[in-house]
């Protein structure tokens, strides 16, 4: 089988990691785009055969970084990361898919942390930081529903506590993410019901 390369950022729409992947063969026969479900044009990624130019959309600024990078870092090895020119920081990942999803994933939480405001927007970041990975890994299992018996909800992230709330029929739980001990009890429960505590 063929080897595939992966392309990891955060789509700067609508805020969701995006991670798509090509063969060695296709990236080196012609343009390539690896585009947002939310209809986003995405990123995309040319090359002569010496060098990858990639035109970045950024989940960090908003805008669109354009980016050269060596064949071999594009088709060889772990990966390589990108970064955006105004905040300095990681907005995209190339490279082994696992290598792409970790550091995406990480982005990801970034990015929701740069919208929510500044660096000091947390009470304490470390536990925020921590809320949320624990809070994705709950969603990851599909352990986040709602006594009306919908799945589905939308994150609200503030100084010291995460709101979800059902977009069913709006039932509200906060989870407190200020202090060690909100973390540990976040960290104890294997699902997480909105509507009731
Ligand atoms: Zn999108
Ligand atoms: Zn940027
Ligand atoms: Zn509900």
Not at 33 to 50: F, N, S
Not at 51 to 78: I, K, M, N, Y
Not at 114 to 142: C, H, P, Q, W
């Amino acid at each position: 089988m063929e080897e595939l390369r992966s392309f990891g950022y955060i789509c700067p729409k609508c805020g969701k990691a995006v991670m798509g992947s090509r063969t060695k063969f296709a990236l080196s026969a012609s343009a390539v785009r690896i585009e947002c479900d939310c209809g986003d044009p995405g990123l995309e990624v040319q090359t002569d055969g010496a060098r990858f130019r990639l035109w970045v959309p950024c989940g960090l600024c908003g805008d669109t970084h354009q980016a050269e990078v060596d064949a071999s870092a594009v088709l060889e090895g772990r990966g390589v990361g990108l970064a955006c020119p105004k905040t300095k920081q990681l907005c995209c990942y190339v490279g082994e898919e696992n290598e792409v999803r970790r550091h995406v994933e990480e982005l990801a939480i970034r990015a929701e942390k740069e919208k929510a405001g500044a660096e000091e927007a947390f009470t304490d970041n470390v536990i925020m930081y921590e809320v949320l990975s624990e809070l994705k890994d709950i969603a990851a299992r599909d352990g986040i529903s709602c006594t009306c018996g919908s799945h589905d909800y939308t994150m609200q992230i503030h100084r010291g506590a995460v709101d979800l709330t059902c977009t069913r029929c709006g039932a509200r739980l906060r989870l407190d993410a200020a202090t060690d001990e909100d973390l540990d009890r976040l960290c104890c429960q294997m699902t997480l019901t909105i509507g009731k505590r």
